[in-house]
């Protein structure tokens, strides 16, 4: 399983400061693939926003469908 986050499109090399600032804000997006998979990745969206000192992010749950064939 692979999962790369993206910000505003760009994936994301390092994570967020766990005191984010304004420079922080934006759509995050977490995709996740199967390794040597035909199969399409599955994404989930969260947008962060910056309150003062309070952090707002959205619960997300990212559900993926996983095929087998035994």
Same mark, same amino acid.
């Given at each position: +399983? &692979?999962?790369?986050? !993206?910000?505003n499109g %760009?994936?994301?090399t #390092?994570g967020?400061? /766990?005191?984010?600032? /304004?420079?922080d804000?934006?759509?995050y997006?977490?995709? #996740? #693939?199967?390794r040597? /998979? /035909? &199969? !399409?990745?599955?994404?989930? !969206? #969260?947008y962060?926003s %910056?309150?003062g !000192? =309070?952090? %707002?992010?959205?619960? =997300?749950l +990212?559900? =993926? &469908?996983? &095929?087998?064939?035994?």
């Amino acid at each position: +399983l &692979q999962v790369f986050w !993206k910000r505003n499109g %760009v994936r994301l090399t #390092a994570g967020v400061d /766990s005191n984010p600032t /304004s420079a922080d804000v934006g759509l995050y997006v977490c995709e #996740a #693939a199967l390794r040597n /998979s /035909s &199969q !399409k990745s599955t994404e989930a !969206k #969260a947008y962060l926003s %910056v309150q003062g !000192k =309070m952090i %707002v992010v959205p619960f =997300m749950l +990212l559900y =993926m &469908q996983v &095929q087998t064939d035994f």
